[in-house]
């Protein structure tokens, strides 16, 4: 069973400018969130989507959105990127009875410059 | 807001000794809880979880959790530890809700070293 996917692995960006981040769930999961990992802050939730619906949102600015596709698959976007946007993100698929928990992907590594 | 508190930012273990990573969380609702496993260059692990039932819930690699709800607490032990366990351990805590449950409030991690 293939894991959860995402790319790109690593990114380079400008202040100010947009990026988009995609994320391939494991199949059959309706399930997908997105979490900021840096090395001040730990690990911290962005959102969670479900069926094309964003279900939960967590603490951070309206630059950062999100969409969940008909076939599950997740895109991540933060607009006007800052410096302090630089860190991996995390995106994490699961079943609707989270049997097996949240299961993680490798992450894209942003770096804002 | 919900919060987890992980005791211990660093913990250096020689092999085969014994192992418990304390997890506490606030929050008074019904709970899902979780402990992760970051090993170097790999992504998130899930090592075991608990939902209801028996308090005592056995994951991998022989790692067992513990859940006292009068003490919010939900502590990782492991009997005897391996080199192969040198990771970065991170407890998380959810709320169930009447739409599945909330995204996943993590702990800041522990960094655990065995020594060989």
């Known amino acids: 069973k293939a894991g959860v996917t995402q790319t790109p692995r690593y990114l380079i960006k400008t202040r100010g400018q947009q990026v988009t981040l995609s994320c391939s769930p494991i199949s059959g999961h309706r399930s997908v969130s997105w979490y900021q990992q840096t090395p001040g802050q730990g690990l911290q939730f962005l959102f969670e989507y479900f069926s094309e619906t964003q279900r939960n949102k967590g603490n951070f600015p309206g630059r950062f959105s999100g969409r969940q596709f008909s076939n599950s698959r997740s895109e991540m976007n933060v607009s006007t990127l800052e410096l302090g946007d630089s860190a991996l993100y995390l995106c994490a698929s699961s079943s609707d009875s989270l049997y097996y928990g949240y299961t993680f992907g490798s992450g894209t590594r942003l770096t804002v410059v | 807001a919900q919060s987890v508190s992980q005791h211990n930012h660093h913990v250096i273990l020689s092999e085969a000794a014994s192992l418990e990573l304390g997890c506490n969380y606030s929050?008074?609702?019904?709970?899902?809880l979780f402990w992760y496993v970051q090993y170097p260059g790999q992504h998130l692990q899930l090592l075991l979880k608990?939902?209801?039932?028996?308090?005592l819930v056995k994951g991998i690699k022989g790692f067992e959790a513990e859940f006292i709800k009068s003490k919010f607490s939900f502590n990782l032990r492991k009997p005897s530890v391996q080199w192969s366990d040198t990771a970065e351990y991170f407890c998380a805590v959810n709320k169930r809700s009447g739409g599945g449950a909330d995204g996943l409030t993590f702990g800041k991690g522990t960094h655990l070293i065995i020594q060989p």
């Open positions: 929050y008074g609702g019904t709970v899902n």
């Open positions: 608990y939902f209801s039932g028996d308090p």
